[in-house]
């Protein structure tokens, strides 16, 4: 099993930029999927972005795509999400999740389909 911890979320205005960063301990990190989730309250948690064991493989939800990036660092045991023009509708509680890849250099979109799954951040963006 893999623990996650997310950093780097905080306030923002419309239009800003945020790095979020995931930490992961364990030694299987560079062969998990991992994931970006998002829940505004009352809200389901939604997929963000996703990518590969080996970062070649990535998916963005229609909403951001053009406007935030996913990336990993195996050596470093981190994913990121860069998050640019940020949007007040955004602000939510992001989430990392991780999971073993099976057999393929593949990405997951559904939050069931991951196990591990880290504390949460904050994003808060003002209009």
């Known amino acids: 099993q893999v623990q996650l911890v997310e950093s780097g979320g905080g306030l923002v205005q419309a239009g800003g930029s945020l790095r979020l960063s995931c930490a992961a301990s364990?030694?299987?990190?560079?062969?998990?999927?991992m994931g970006w989730f998002r829940q505004a309250p009352g809200k389901e948690r939604d997929i963000v972005a996703a990518i590969s064991w080996s970062g070649s493989n990535t998916y963005y939800a229609d909403s951001v795509k053009g406007r935030f990036t996913v990336s990993r660092d195996n050596a470093k045991n981190t994913v990121y999400l860069q998050m640019n023009s940020l949007k007040p509708e955004e602000t939510a509680v992001y989430y990392c999740a991780g999971r073993t890849a099976l057999f393929s250099d593949r990405y997951y979109v559904e939050d069931t389909e991951y196990r591990d799954w880290g504390q949460g951040t904050q994003v808060t963006v003002s209009s």
């Open positions: 364990g030694r299987t990190f560079s062969s998990y999927v």
